[in-house]
C-alpha cells in the first residue's frame, strides 16, 4: 500500500477516520492482554516500529545481526515473510524461493544468515533455536504478543516521526507510541529529530540511540552519474533524497506502493526511459528481488548501510543478552 498524504498532513479525513483508529487500538490491547507470550530457547532480539511503512528496521535489523555475529554469535534471522505466500516455519533458500514465496525481506537477510520465514513467529523461534541459532534477530515483531522479546528496539525515522500522531487508519501508527516506547529498551533514532520523537522517548523514560543511513562506498561512486531511480517501498521519498544527497544527477523518479510486484512493462518501460535519458536505472536492494530473475541486470542496486553515532550504545545493549553465559 501507499501511505496516503493525510498520515502526514492530518485533515478532516483523518478526523473522521479517528473512531476507526480508537477500534484498531482497543483490537490491539485485547489481544496483547490475553496473549501467552512464549519464551524461545534463545535469546530474541525484536526490531520493530510503530508506524506502518518504512522506517529502517530491515537495514538495522541487518545491521543488529552483523554486530552479534562480531560478537562470535550464530544468528537466525525471522521474519513473517511479508507478501509471500509461505505460512512457515520455512528456511530460506535464495536458490530455490522467490519474493512471492517467503517476501522481499526474508531474501535479503538469507544473504547475511540463515533466515526463517513463519506466520506463527514463535514455532520460528523454535525452528531456528533447533538448527542451531544462539541468538535469534526478530524482524517486525513489536506487535506480536505471542512471542516473547529479551530486548525490543524501536525504530524511528527522525524525518517522518509518528505521522500525525493517529492510529491506523487515520494515521500511520500501529499502536500508541507510549504503549509501544514501554515495551521496548531502546529507541534507534534514523537520522535528524524533525518531528519530536526524543521528546516522546525522554517520556517514556527510554534511551535514543542516533544512527543513519548511508550509502556503501561501492554505491558512492554513483556521484555525479545521471540515474533514473525507482522504488517500492515504504517511502520512496528517502531513497530518491538520498540520491540526491550522494550527488547523482536524478532525471526523472517512478515511486511505487511498499512490496509492489512488478509487471515486465512497468520494468521495460522505465529501461527504455533511462536509455532515452542516458542514465543509468537505480532501486533499493529490496526492490530488486521483486523483479523477474531475467530483469535483475537491467536496473542497478543502491546499497546502503547502517551508521551509529555512537556503536559502543547498541554493542552494550547486545551484551547484556548474553551477561553471565
Not at 479525513?13 to 490491539?28: C, K
Not at 489481544?31 to 524461545?40: D, I, K
Amino acid at each position: 500500500m501507499r501511505a496516503p498524504e493525510f498520515w502526514y498532513d492530518g485533515g478532516l479525513f483523518s478526523s473522521l477516520l479517528s473512531p476507526l483508529g480508537w477500534g484498531y487500538a482497543a483490537a490491539g490491547r485485547i489481544r496483547r492482554l490475553f496473549a501467552n507470550p512464549r519464551h524461545a530457547s534463545v535469546p530474541v532480539v525484536c526490531v520493530g516500529n510503530l508506524v506502518a511503512g518504512g522506517a529502517g528496521k530491515t537495514p538495522v535489523a541487518m545491521a543488529l545481526g552483523n554486530r552479534l555475529a562480531k560478537m562470535g554469535r550464530r544468528i537466525h534471522f525471522l521474519c513473517r515473510g511479508y507478501g509471500g505466500r509461505v505460512r512457515g516455519p520455512l528456511a530460506v533458500d535464495r536458490r530455490r524461493h522467490d519474493h512471492s514465496a517467503v517476501g522481499d525481506e526474508a531474501l535479503l537477510f538469507a544473504e547475511h544468515a540463515p533466515t526463517w520465514v513463519a506466520r506463527d513467529r514463535s514455532a520460528g523461534a523454535d525452528a531456528a533455536a533447533n538448527a542451531g541459532a544462539e541468538v535469534i534477530v526478530l524482524d517486525d515483531g513489536l506487535q506480536n504478543p505471542y512471542l516473547a522479546k529479551d530486548l525490543s528496539l524501536v525504530v524511528v525515522d527522525g524525518s517522518t516521526g509518528f505521522g500525525n500522531g493517529r492510529l491506523i487508519p487515520a494515521g500511520p501508527l500501529r499502536e500508541r507510541v507510549s504503549a509501544g516506547l514501554e515495551r521496548s529498551q531502546a529507541m534507534i533514532l534514523m537520522g535528524g529529530d524533525t518531528h519530536g520523537a526524543i521528546r516522546s522517548a525522554v517520556e517514556a523514560g527510554v534511551p535514543v540511540i542516533h544512527a543513519a543511513l548511508s550509502p556503501t562506498v561501492e554505491s558512492s561512486g554513483l556521484r555525479g552519474q545521471a540515474v533514473l531511480p525507482f522504488a517500492g517501498i515504504g517511502n520512496p521519498k528517502k531513497f530518491f533524497a538520498m540520491l540526491d544527497e550522494m550527488g547523482c544527477r536524478v532525471v526523472a523518479r517512478h515511486g511505487f506502493p511498499d512490496h509492489h510486484r512488478y509487471h515486465p512493462d512497468e520494468i521495460m518501460k522505465m529501461v527504455d526511459e533511462a536509455q532515452a535519458r542516458n542514465a543509468l536505472l537505480v532501486t533499493t536492494e529490496k526492490d530488486i528481488v521483486r523483479l523477474p530473475r531475467e530483469a535483475r541486470p537491467l536496473a542497478h542496486a543502491v546499497r546502503i548501510r547502517v551508521v551509529w553515532q555512537d556503536p559502543s550504545q547498541i554493542d552494550e545493549l547486545l551484551g547484556r543478552l548474553f551477561a553471565g553465559s
